[in-house]
């Protein structure tokens, strides 16, 4: 059998070896895979050349499509990209001594096993060598090019910790300019409403308020003052609306004068110490104060406190927060409770909420946000 | 009176001057920035400067800024602050320079149209005029200090003081006798330490200060 095929068809080499490989998908697979190994050392020498090239992060790019396209051409096998620039230079530091050990084997392998077979054709007694060589080439062959697919998936394929950091910088960048975009926005709508609806308003019931006092006393009076004093409420309401969206103040003097007019507020005594030296980024700010007037809500809502203690201390890149207050306690972070809200604050920027509250009270909030700037 | 305004608001600068001019003041420049009310006063030097407290370019605190620099350069220049919000800070900033003639009140207050030339006036003339919000901001901070040992009665008769009103006056918003205020302040400054003094403005003055150190 090995006789005539090495007389009549020399691809009928994988005949000779059919016994050790028994199915044509893996005769195709020794083929493929032989191809592979030879071809990786001419692909491995044209790399180091370039290697050594300008521009080597485009190089670098270029060498790994090309080995991925060996691949994928020879082998059938997909390596995605995705892998850092240091590792797929590792990938073809590694290719060259890799495929010159790669081609010696198989290219030997598969030269002795003709060389034995065609020897056979003589001298019988070789024939059992000459059947063994080309099988043991063949399983050389196929190792070697899985062995090489490991590591282009390994080095050349994406890399999960790495794609998944890299997954997670690009959240928290879109999460942050999330943050920041809807601070903005609210600044906007402050601004808006200030220079627009307010002043209208304002000047309005200034209007009312000339009209009434050049009004004789009578019904017509009367009714402009209604007007007036509902013009007043409005105003009134609208201020309420306006602070609670964005305080100016924040934005011009920083979160002390900022949370003394929210503390002077308060309708209970509060006490504020504020220690920040370089002031926050303005969304980091808008996030503390309306953590503190949350807070301060909480409070008055449901603690029936008689002291508070609010400290507000930025050290290095934290700003701390914390509001203690002498009340009842027992208090906890539940779902749609006003501690969820803060937590839900201090977290879409990567704070943290720390709550003591034992029954009987004291109670402690206590927030710790990134600041650095 | 000669009075320098500043606001922004086209509508809002119109009703003022109207409100103005029909109570017989002269409004001799109405600009609409703060750096065009400070040069205006320069020339005309006028009586009072009413300000807004947020104006062109960055609408932030541009009002107080230029207050601060009008009592600096100019200290007979009375200057009344108007804003859409009051804030203890600034209040703060403006009362611990030693000056009269400084008034800071809520916008609103320009629709009560009386009490509104009352006070301007009164700042005019070297008063003080603070709004009850700030008072209110101001007093509440405290509740701590010394003056928890204030009567409830004496708590509103300061309140009512530093708004700028005179003894005749809180008499008559509190509804009791001149005699009975008198006894009032006295006490006060008794507790908190400190000698009667002659004018209105400095009655506030002192207290303001004297709040101011007890932060």
Redo the contacts between chains.
């Keep these: 059998m090995g006789e005539r095929a090495a007389r009549e068809n020399p691809a009928g080499l994988t005949r000779g070896v059919g016994t050790a490989l028994p199915s044509t998908a893996m005769k195709r697979g020794v083929w493929r895979a032989t191809v592979h190994t030879l071809t990786g050392l001419p692909v491995a020498l044209l790399g180091v050349v370039v290697l050594v090239a300008p521009a080597r992060g485009r190089t670098v790019a270029w060498r790994s499509s090309a080995q991925r396209a060996r691949f994928s051409a020879l082998l059938g096998v997909t390596v995605d990209e995705g892998a850092a620039a240091r590792k797929q230079i590792a990938y073809h530091l590694i290719a060259l001594p890799y495929n010159l050990i790669a081609f010696a084997v198989v290219a030997g392998a598969w030269s002795a096993g003709i060389g034995l077979l065609v020897a056979a054709v003589q001298r019988p007694a070789l024939i059992p060598a000459a059947a063994g060589v080309p099988a043991a080439a063949a399983l050389a062959a196929r190792g070697l090019a899985r062995l090489d697919v490991v590591l282009a998936r390994r080095l050349l394929g994406p890399d999960v910790t790495e794609a998944l950091t890299a997954r997670l910088r690009e959240l928290a960048r879109a999460r942050a300019d999330t943050v920041a975009a809807a601070d903005a926005e609210r600044r906007r709508i402050e601004?808006d409403l200030?220079?627009g609806a307010?002043?209208?308003l304002?000047?309005l019931?200034?209007?009312?308020?000339?009209t009434?006092?050049a009004l004789p006393a009578g019904p017509a009076r009367d009714s402009v003052g209604e007007a007036?004093a509902q013009?007043?409420a409005a105003?009134?309401e609208l201020?309420d609306l306006?602070?609670g969206l964005h305080?100016?103040?924040l934005?011009?003097?920083g979160l002390?004068?900022a949370l003394?007019?929210l503390?002077?507020?308060?309708p209970h005594?509060v006490?504020?110490r504020v220690d920040v030296a370089r002031r926050c980024p303005p969304e980091i700010e808008a996030i503390a104060y309306f953590v503190v007037a949350e807070a301060l809500t909480n409070v008055t809502r449901h603690a029936r406190a008689t002291r508070v203690e609010v400290a507000v201390v930025r050290a290095r890149d934290m700003l701390r927060l914390t509001v203690l207050d002498d009340g009842a306690g027992g208090a906890t972070d539940r779902p749609g409770g006003g501690l969820r809200g803060l937590a839900q604050r201090a977290g879409s920027v990567d704070g943290r909420l720390r709550i003591e509250s034992p029954p009987g009270g004291p109670t402690l909030v206590e927030v710790v946000l990134p600041c650095g700037s | 009176m000669r009075v320098v305004m500043a606001e922004d608001s086209v509508l809002l600068r119109a009703g003022l001057v109207e409100l103005l001019t029909g109570d017989g003041i002269e409004v001799v420049a109405a600009v609409a920035g703060a750096a065009e009310a400070l040069l205006a006063v320069e020339r005309e030097r006028p009586d009072l400067a009413l300000l807004d407290v947020r104006l062109p370019p960055d609408f932030s605190d541009e009002g107080v800024r230029a207050a601060l620099v009008i009592k600096e350069r100019w200290p007979d220049v009375a200057v009344l602050l108007l804003s859409q919000y009051v804030e203890e800070r600034y209040a703060v900033e403006l009362l611990t320079r030693p000056a009269g003639g400084l008034g800071y009140l809520l916008k609103d207050r320009v629709a009560d149209v009386e009490e509104f030339l009352e006070a301007l006036r009164r700042v005019a003339g070297g008063g003080t005029a603070l709004d009850p919000e700030v008072v209110a901001q101001l007093l509440a901070r405290r509740r701590v200090s010394p003056l928890g040992r204030l009567t409830t009665r004496e708590t509103e008769v300061l309140a009512t003081m530093a708004e700028g009103r005179s003894n005749a006056a809180i008499a008559d918003a509190l509804g009791v006798s001149g005699h009975a205020v008198e006894k009032h302040v006295t006490s006060i400054f008794g507790k908190l330490g400190l000698a009667p003094a002659g004018a209105d403005h400095r009655r506030v003055l002192a207290v303001l200060r004297y709040l101011e150190e007890g932060r």
């Design positions: 601004r200030h220079d307010q002043q209208r304002v000047a019931a200034l209007k009312l308020g000339l009434r006092a007036h013009a007043k105003l009134a201020r306006v602070r305080p100016a103040v934005t011009d003097r002390d004068a003394s007019g503390v002077a507020r308060q005594p006490d504020l």
